[in-house]
Structures are given as structure tokens and as C-alpha cells.
């Protein structure tokens, strides 16, 4: 994934922080992480509500994508 498909995807993170900015409940309620898998699995934004930590990740494409390393790295989060 590089240009613009990595730029969509930003842009969708952006306007889902966004979403759960304009919603109270969810603004104090929602607790957000992030899983990357660009080349291998990582937490990027760690288990916190936007009330606390609004800034979003700007994500990068690398190589190869271990999607299933990454669920699994979710699910263990989780």
C-alpha cells in the first residue's frame, strides 16, 4: 500500500477521531488503540480515550503486511 490508498486511510482515521470527538459519550467512554502491520505487527497508540489523548498516528506502508500477526497481537491486547 503507498500513495494514495495510505493517504485514504489516514485521512478515514482522521475523520473517525473526529466522529468520536463530536460524540460525548464516546468522547469519555471510547478507548482507542492502534495495531500496525507494515512489515511487522505493532501497537502504535496505546488503550486511551480522545478526552485524554486526541493526536492520531500518521501511518506509513513498509513491505509486507502480517495481517495475521497482527490480530493475534490485537486479541492479545484486547
Known amino acids: 500500500m503507498e500513495g494514495a490508498p495510505i493517504d485514504e486511510l489516514n485521512k478515514g482515521i482522521e475523520i473517525f ?4 470527538k463530536e460524540d460525548e459519550m464516546a468522547l469519555y467512554f471510547a478507548e482507542i488503540f492502534i495495531v500496525t502491520f507494515g512489515g511487522f ?12 489523548d486526541d493526536s492520531h498516528p500518521n501511518l506509513n506502508a513498509y513491505d509486507r503486511t502480517p495481517m495475521g500477526e497482527a490480530v493475534n497481537l490485537a486479541l492479545d491486547l484486547l
Open 17 to 20: 477521531f473526529n466522529a468520536i
Open 41 to 52: 505487527a505493532q501497537q502504535n497508540r496505546d488503550f486511551k480515550g480522545l478526552n485524554i
